[in-house]
Structures are given as C-alpha cells and as structure tokens.
C-alpha cells in the first residue's frame, strides 16, 4: 500500500514541478516580450521625447543628450575633397587673411606676412550640425568643426631692427561652432539672397610658434605678441556677431551687417569672500569686464591692495551689438606685480536676461571657468548693477522712485547715434559720464530690523547700526538698542553728497558689547 501511496505522489509532484515550470516560463516569457517592447520604444524615442521623460535629476551626469546630428557621410566625401580644397583655399586664404594681420600687427614688428601657406593632408571634422529656431523670413544652420591639422604655414617676420624671421606654425588644434545664415528667403533659385557666416563659438584655438632654425624665446615678448595678434584678429573679423555675408542674388543687404544697438551701463560695486591666493598677506584683486574679448574693449578696476572684500565702485559702459547671444564677462584677477596676474575667478551675465531701461543688481557667484564648470570650489561673489539702453529709448527710461518721471539727460547721459563706430560711442559716453557730478543732500532714515541672529549667552543682542558714505569718508551710527533681536531705531541721518554717481552708501549693523563690538553678519 505504502508503494502505491509513493508512486501516486510521486507521480504528483512531478506534475506538480511541470505545472510550475511551465508557469514560469510563460511568465519569464511575458517579461521578455515586455522588455523588448520597452527596448524598441526606446530605440524609436527622439532626443525630445528622452529630455520629457528623464529628468535632469534621474540620469548621471556622465549622460548628456546631444543637440546635433552625426556628420560622419559629410567627413568621408570631405576626405576625398580635400586634396582639391587645400590646392584652392591656401591662396584665397593667404590674400584674404594677410589685411586683417596687418591691422594687429604687434608694435614690437615691423611687418608680418605669410611666406608659405598649405592646409596639410588632415581634413576637419564636421563633429555635428543642427537647425535653430528663427524667423520664417531665414533659415539658420550651425556646423560644429574639429580640426588638428598639420598645415604647413611659414610667417615672414621682420622686426623694426631689420631682422627677418622665419616663423612656422604648427600643431594646429581648433574646435568651433560656425553659423550659417540663408536671409532673404525670395522666390528665386537657390531660394536665398545673401548668406551670413560667422565663428558663434569658438571652444578651443592652439597653435605652437617656432622659428625656422632658431628659438623664437631669443627675442623676448615675441611668441605671446604674435599669439595675441592671431587670437585678435580671428575674435574682430569672424567671431559672432560679427559676420561675413556672401551675396548670392544682387541687391541690398545693408541691413545683415553687423550695427550697435546699445549701451550697457555697468556698475562694478565690490566683491566679498575672495580666495586667497598670496601666501603672505592678502590678494590684491582688480577685475576685468568686456562683452567681446578684444584688448582695445576690454575695462579693468583699480586694484585693492590686501583685501579680500574690496570694494570699487567704479562703473563702465560697453556697446551692444547683439543682445540676445552676448554675454558681460566678469574675471577676478589677483594682481602679482610684474609677474603675471593670478585669476581668482570669473563670472558671466547674458544680456538677454536684462529688461531694457531697468537697472538689474544681482551679486554673482565666481568660478574657475565660465564655459565648464566643473569645480564647485568656492571663490568668492562679485556684485554687479547692469542698465541696458537700445538706441532710441533713452527718453523713454523712467525713474525707478517715480515711474510718470522720465530719467534726466544727466542721469542718462546716452546719445541716440547707431550710425558711429562702435569706439566712438563707448568713448565718447564714458566722456560724458566723467563729466557729470550729482551733488545734493542725501537723507537716510534707518527705520528698524527683523530676526537678527543672537550675539550673547542670553539668546538676545544690542544691536547699532553704522551708516558709511564710502567715497566722502564720513559715518555715524545709530542708538544702541538692548536686548533685543527686532530692534527699532527710527533715526535720520543727513548727507552731504558731491558725487552721487560714483558714491557708496554701505550699513553695518552690529552688537555692543561692554568691551567691544560684534560685527553680526547678513542673512544670505
């Protein structure tokens, strides 16, 4: 009997283990097909569809979704061409380039021209390509390029002692975005007017000097003249705004090129917090401000010895030619003597962000690099006050105390003049601002505080306030109010001010104490 029982549940149980294997492999079967169905609506997904889903905050950040297409049937046809293009672009490069380095040319040389010029065997790279949005009357493309050729250009260098220098370029490394503009768009072949190019971003330009049979550090200042004339001469005849229209269809295309159309008034009011960067003593900060890097347009403070809070109070005014793709950049410099400057950090403000007429005070964090930023290590803040003014506006600029009053032709000192050159503009309204000197008396009435910090053991404090008027040098300072954290002073204070425009007024509020102060800091 017992034989039977073991071969009935023998039995069974295989049934049984059957039963369960079969069920399981359906049920891995199903997860299987619904991989494979999530696998191919992945692969279906557009780089749009993956940035809806898949927020910032889900995937690491070695994913980055790219905003360009593959040009890899562009690259192989461009290898074949490429012998051709370099017979035929080195003489219209020679004749074309050699004007603009004889506009940069160093005060240190006497002449610089291109005794050899070949593009080499090693094509570029289009790395990708991508259309921007725009208006329906253009069409705007952007090619992104990556060259490490091995050119073989020779400059003929002669300096003004009548020596002459062979000096060969090599080790050619460039990477750039260049856009492409198809505007008008007309009813005739090839469907365009004229067509704009330009360098929009330039992410990398490195080149080695050497001299032919030599050492081109024998003539000191040379290799770094000739670098800045180079970096100079691509930055102000091809870098974005600036552009190059190539007419295809005869007519007038006056308006493609590239005009001011304002001011930015910039206001450099102080930076705290800088990263030390002596080892004896404190660092020695000034700043450096431009919207294009060229050395003629580029603003530099005052430099603060040993400080590491300064404050300039200085302002500046740059021109304005495109808006919606410039940027203000901010670089902190530690200043060495005659050595060269250390950068303590740098900032960077896109013009797009600021309301025309309206003056923007924002305190910006400094980093290392404003292009990748990579190092969270803190470097300090800068604080900036920026007024952006389009031609034309200027007497439609209200007070910010009372908006039906429009500002004075003293407190906006521009000129509605697009037709000048960029310099002369910039020139002439810094003249203007020199000249004016608002002087008056300025009444400050310090009312009271909220939730200041504890200072002493009682959990309480005894706050004053301290009113500086930095530029004339002269302070007072509130009543002590004991113990208490929401103080109310309601004390008015009267200034004589000569120059309001390049004044300061900075309080500080701290805590008496019977054998000192306690200076209580900002609530950030």
Known sequence: MSFIMGIILGIASGIGFIVLFAYYQNIRTKRRIHLAATVASFARMTVQDARKILQPEVYPTWVIFPEMEKLKWLNSQLEKLWPYIDEA???????????????????????????????????????????????????????????????????????????????????????????????????????????????????????????????????????????????????????????????????????????????????????????????????????????????????????????????????????????????????????????????????????SELEPGKVKALWLNLVKDVEVQRDTKYRGQVQLELLYCPFGIGNQILNPFYPNVPLTKVERALKDDTEEDASDIERKTTERKREVILRGVLSVTVVSAESLPAMDLTGKSDPYVVVTLKKAGKRVKTRVVSETLNPVWNQTFDFVVEDALHELLILDVYDHDTIGKVFIPPLM
């Open 89 to 351: 672009a080195s003489e219209l490069i020679k004749s074309s380039v050699e004007p603009t380095l004889e506009q940069y040319t160093p005060a240190i040389l006497d002449s610089l021209k291109f005794k050899k010029l070949t593009l080499g065997t090693v094509a570029p790279q289009f790395t990708g390509v991508c259309i921007i949005d725009s208006d329906p009357g253009e069409i705007i493309m952007e090619l992104e390029i990556q060259w490490d050729g091995n050119p073989n250009i020779v400059l003929d260098v002669k300096t003004h002692l009548g020596v002459a220098l062979p000096i060969q370029v090599k080790n050619v490394g460039f990477t750039g975005i260049f856009r492409l503009i198809f505007k008008p768009l007309v009813a005739e072949l090839p469907c365009f007017g004229a067509v704009c190019y330009s360098l929009r971003k330039k992410k990398d330009l490195d080149f080695t000097l050497k001299v032919t049979g030599g050492d081109i550090s024998t003539i000191p200042g040379l290799s770094e003249a000739i670098h800045e004339m180079i970096t100079d001469a691509v930055e102000d005849s091809i870098t974005w705004p600036v552009r190059k229209i190539i007419q295809i269809i005869p007519g007038d295309y006056s308006d493609l090129e590239l005009k001011p159309c304002g001011i930015l008034e910039v206001k450099l009011v102080q930076a705290k917090e800088l990263t030390n960067k002596d080892l004896i003593g404190k660092s020695d900060p000034y700043a450096s401000l431009f919207i294009r890097p060229l050395r003629s347009r580029t603003k530099k403070s005052k430099t603060i010895n040993n400080q590491l809070n300064p404050i300039w109070n200085e302002s500046f005014d740059f021109v304005v030619e495109d808006p919606s793709t410039q940027h203000l950049t901010v670089r902190v410099y530690d200043d060495e003597g005659l050595q060269p400057s250390e950068l303590i950090g740098c900032a960077q403000v896109a013009l």
